[in-house]
């Protein structure tokens, strides 16, 4: 069981605004997750692995991707209180879900670093 969250790499947010919006990312999809995927990944460590796109366009694909399976997502807009407009599409936050259901739309992301 893990989580992935999906960065735009083409914000350049600072660390600190990649990890707030990680964190919306990781909560809004933990929200829409069912009882059961939740019990067995808080047991199992609670893994996550952030990994980026290049751009919005890459974002909504993965997206799309999503639509078509029963794991959980949640795409992050921003407020616009600091680094970025009002209303930005930050990241995407994917599960908990099992790990081989996951890395069939993301296993070929790149880690964010």
């Given at each position: 069981?893990?989580?992935?969250?999906?960065?735009?790499?083409?914000?350049?947010?600072?660390?600190?605004?990649?990890?707030?919006q990680?964190?919306?990312?990781?909560?809004?999809?933990?929200?829409?997750?069912?009882?059961?995927?939740?019990k067995?990944?808080?047991?199992?460590?609670?893994?996550?692995?952030?990994?980026?796109?290049?751009?919005?366009?890459?974002?909504?694909?993965?997206?799309?991707?999503?639509?078509?399976?029963?794991?959980?997502?949640?795409?992050?807009?921003?407020?616009?209180?600091?680094?970025?407009?009002?209303?930005?599409?930050?990241?995407?936050?994917?599960?908990?879900?099992?790990?081989?259901?996951?890395?069939?739309?993301?296993?070929?992301?790149?880690?964010?670093?």
């Amino acid at each position: 069981m893990k989580q992935v969250i999906v960065i735009r790499s083409d914000l350049n947010m600072s660390t600190g605004k990649i990890a707030a919006q990680a964190c919306h990312a990781s909560l809004g999809s933990y929200k829409k997750s069912n009882d059961i995927s939740i019990k067995k990944w808080e047991s199992e460590g609670e893994k996550k692995v952030i990994v980026k796109v290049k751009d919005l366009e890459e974002l909504f694909h993965i997206k799309e991707l999503l639509k078509s399976t029963d794991i959980p997502f949640y795409l992050v807009r921003d407020a616009g209180r600091t680094e970025i407009p009002k209303s930005t599409i930050t990241c995407l936050g994917i599960g908990p879900d099992e790990d081989d259901k996951i890395d069939k739309i993301t296993q070929d992301l790149k880690l964010l670093k």
